[in-house]
């Protein structure tokens, strides 16, 4: 029997080195079935209003569900700095409350929305969560 599922995507987003693509890519080891995209509504909303973009994006669909990625401040810099990632355009403080607001207004929406500080846990528990997450809302065990 074929089966059915209501959610099947999942998007990550946050700022630069908050381990959105990494997830993603265990998430997708873990349930191929799932169409994984990193970045959307989020970083239009936030980077719209960064770069004085004169635009407003509607909410985008519902049966997603929203993976916010955080990083504490110091390992972040840490990220950046074995990444050779250049800060001069990145305000960490700003950019996380940006983000934080974006997904809170998805969240008062009633949409689904996981916030995984990735200094916190490794890519493989927080697959895990996401993953048991869809599942879940799907009707899965």
Known sequence: MEE???FYTVIFDGIDKSGKDTIAKYVWRLDKRLNIVVRAWPSLVVYAKKFNRNCKYELPWKQVLYVHCTV???????????????????????????????????????????????????????????VNKIHKLNGEK
């Not at 990735?118 to 890519?123: E, L, N, P, R």
């Open 4 to 6: 059915k599922l209501s």
């Open 72 to 130: 504490e401040k110091d390992d972040w810099l840490l990220r950046c700095k074995i990444n050779n990632e250049d800060t001069s355009n990145v305000d960490y403080d700003k950019d996380s409350i940006e983000f934080t607001k974006a997904f809170n207004e998805l969240s008062s929406n009633n949409y689904e929305v996981i916030h995984i500080n990735t200094s916190k846990i490794t890519a493989y528990e927080a697959a895990k969560i996401i």
